[in-house]
């Protein structure tokens, strides 16, 4: 099954074209991406926007997925903080960061010469709020494995079976989707967020996080898998001293763990 799927994305791509693949960091795009250089060979070309949202931790990754796939890799640099739409942080806060990458995702295939962009938007993908993958479309960007019926687990079935390392990677959103909806976005806000999370990860050893900025309140999310690893007394001492040095007053743990979207608002 998972053969003939890599096999049916990778006949996607049409024959001796160029494409640009907006590669994250995480299993779908490393898919798509895998399956482009497969299909087109050195015509295929990652692209991952550090647009000072992303993580490091994303960022190192879309580096180790590009030399795993040997697909050639450029990083472009841009700063969403400078659109002051995106800033705001209302209700369409994804919408305008997926316009704006977009926009410079055209414009690096109108540089290389690629017919085709493409991201890793899955047919699960679809079943969310997520107005970032309108913006998308209407900046030309294409999704194969929605068109093909590709869903989630197909997708990690086909990174296992290719030695990706990020097969089994939890998913993860930019640093601004832990900012609740209507509070601004700055940097100070960024780094303590990534700051705070890479704290979770390394006292308690979970790989699902979001830590999300409530002004004076830090709150925690795991994988509801994970939450049993969270109730150490000595290491919640040292998670309260770590993220109130960051500048938090309360550290709290949500008690019904990680759910995407829980920021999320729908008109």
């Not at 299993?27 to 070309?45: H, P, R």
């Not at 989707?177 to 979970?206: A, C, D, H, N, Q």
């Not at 001293?241 to 949500?254: A, H, M, N, Y």
Request: charged letters at 30%; glycine letters at 8%; hydrophobic letters at 40%.
């Amino acid at each position: 099954m998972t053969a003939t799927s890599l096999d049916r994305l990778v006949s996607w791509f049409p024959a001796g074209s160029r494409v640009i693949v907006a590669l994250s960091g995480g299993v779908d795009s490393a898919v798509v991406a895998l399956a482009a250089k497969k299909a087109l060979g050195d015509n295929a070309i990652a692209i991952t926007a550090d647009y000072k949202t992303l993580a490091d931790e994303e960022l190192a990754t879309a580096r180790k997925v590009a030399q795993e796939i040997g697909i050639r890799h450029l990083v472009i640099e841009y700063d969403e903080l400078e659109n002051p739409e995106f800033v705001k942080n209302d209700g369409m806060r994804c919408y305008h960061c997926r316009t704006e990458l977009g926009q410079h995702l055209a414009g690096e295939a109108k540089k290389a010469g690629a017919q085709l962009v493409v991201d890793g938007t899955n047919i699960d993908d679809l079943s969310d709020y997520r107005p970032g993958i309108r913006a998308l479309r209407e900046n030309g960007v294409k999704s194969p494995m929605v068109e093909l019926g590709i869903g989630k687990a197909e997708i990690r079935r086909m990174a296992k079976e290719f030695g990706l390392s990020v097969y089994d990677k939890p998913s993860n959103a930019c640093l601004a989707s832990r900012i609740p909806v209507g509070m601004e976005v700055t940097y100070e806000k960024l780094r303590k967020i990534e700051s705070s999370e890479i704290i979770v990860k390394s006292i308690f050893g979970v790989r699902q996080v979001r830590v999300r900025d409530h002004g004076e309140i830090a709150r925690i999310e795991v994988g509801r898998d994970e939450l049993g690893r969270m109730f150490d007394p000595e290491k919640l001492d040292l998670l309260d001293k770590k993220l109130k040095e960051l500048g938090f007053r309360f550290v709290t743990i949500d008690a019904s763990g990680y759910k995407s979207g829980k920021l999320a608002v729908v008109d």
